[in-house]
């Protein structure tokens, strides 16, 4: 237990690392922004799609993280015809990165929504202005939501990704604090530093991932996790921050689809220990009571099909509302790193090909 309480994973000032190793097919950019260069990482479509059009997938990494988590994912859905696309925030992968005292203090949900946006922007222009499918994980999820409620940008299909909740995520940090009795002593003993709550493999472990991934996975992961975090990215997100119907409303294509498909995903890991089943169920009740509304005031023209199950690996897949959701067996909170990734991308994939 006392092995946590360590400063060698802990940071306050950038440390010179090597840019993140690519895998086969990725390519880096850094697109310019009026704070800084920000890295977008790249997997062009490997083979023509059965779709005459394919939508861009553009993923957006959570707390800590950076594009460098989704590179399974870049392969996996290049290799199927679809173009891709990771960013990397301020602060984290190879982006720029500002100090410490800047990063933690001084940087908001709003600033890391403009990375966000200017990606989004940057992809949709070198994909000829087409609308892209939005998949963000975690607090990058809570994010897309932020920026589709404060109507940036339209998207085709949206992804919540193990996602902090529009609602706000109270429940998810008491989670956190149930999982690690320890937290605020450690956060004291570290001197309130933000990557306290992470700060060993054991903890990533515990909050992260399932039992059955690697030691030696997790302590890669651990080497890659930002140097420090923002405080002012979850506290914008502890309370409500959303309107759902404004969300929603930003998702074009509603009514489109004859096979009723819904363009709202809500994917969650079966083992995930803080985005737990009560919390990803409160949201996906979120969004389809806010369809339901739009619906019922001709705000959305398409038909509202009661909740009920659908086949799917782990038998707990539901779809209603204009919202599917899916679960990822034996998968935790990271569950595009964990031992089951490839089930979760393959769920992902069912629902972009009926948007």
Same mark, same amino acid.
Request: charged content about 20%; glycine content about 10%.
């Given at each position: ?8 994973? *802990? ?23 009026? /704070?800084?260069?920000?890295?977008? *990482? ?16 553009? !993923? ?22 679809? &173009? ?64 589709? /409620? ?26 956190? !604090?149930? *999982?690690? &009795?320890?937290?605020? !002593? ?9 990557? /306290? ?11 992260? !991932? ?52 819904? @363009? ?29 509304? *739009? ?50 991308? @393959? ?9």
């Amino acid at each position: 237990m006392f092995d946590t309480f360590t400063f060698k994973w *802990l940071f306050w000032r950038t440390p010179k690392r090597a840019l993140h190793a690519l895998p086969a097919g990725v390519e880096r950019f850094f697109i310019d922004t009026p /704070s800084g260069k920000i890295e977008v *990482l790249f997997a062009a479509a490997a083979s023509p799609s059965s779709k005459s059009s394919s939508p861009p997938l553009i !993923f957006v990494h959570g707390g800590m993280g950076g594009a460098w988590v989704w590179h399974e994912y870049l392969q996996y859905f290049s290799a199927r015809g679809i &173009p891709c696309y990771a960013v990397s925030m301020r602060g984290h992968g190879d982006s720029w990165c500002p100090s410490f005292l800047r990063m933690v203090y001084g940087t908001t949900k709003s600033m890391l929504a403009d990375d966000v946006v200017a990606a989004i922007r940057w992809a949709q222009a070198r994909e000829g202005g087409e609308d892209v499918v939005l998949v963000a994980h975690s607090s990058g999820g809570g994010l897309a939501q932020y920026i589709l /409620s404060d109507r940036r940008v339209r998207v085709k299909g949206l992804v919540l990704a193990a996602a902090v909740p529009g609602y706000g995520s109270f429940g998810v940090y008491m989670n956190w !604090f149930r *999982l690690d &009795p320890w937290f605020s !002593f450690r956060m004291i003993f570290h001197g309130w530093h933000p990557n /306290s709550p992470l700060s060993h493999p054991v903890l990533v472990r515990r909050v992260f !991932f399932s039992d059955e991934l690697a030691d030696g996975d997790v302590e890669k992961f651990q080497q890659k996790v930002s140097p420090f975090e923002s405080f002012l990215w979850p506290l914008g997100m502890s309370s409500p921050f959303v309107r759902p119907q404004t969300v929603l409303q930003q998702i074009a294509g509603w009514g489109s689809v004859a096979t009723k498909g819904q @363009r709202l995903l809500i994917l969650r890991g079966e083992d995930d220990k803080i985005m737990d089943r009560v919390q990803m169920e409160k949201l996906a009740a979120f969004y389809r009571n806010a369809f339901t509304g *739009l619906v019922a005031d001709k705000k959305v023209e398409s038909e509202d099909e009661d909740v009920h199950a659908i086949p799917g690996e782990g038998g707990q897949d539901s779809v209603g509302h204009g919202v599917r959701v899916s679960v990822v067996p034996k998968a935790g909170h990271h569950l595009q790193n964990d031992v089951t990734w490839e089930v979760g991308a @393959r769920k992902l994939l069912e629902f972009y090909e009926q948007l």
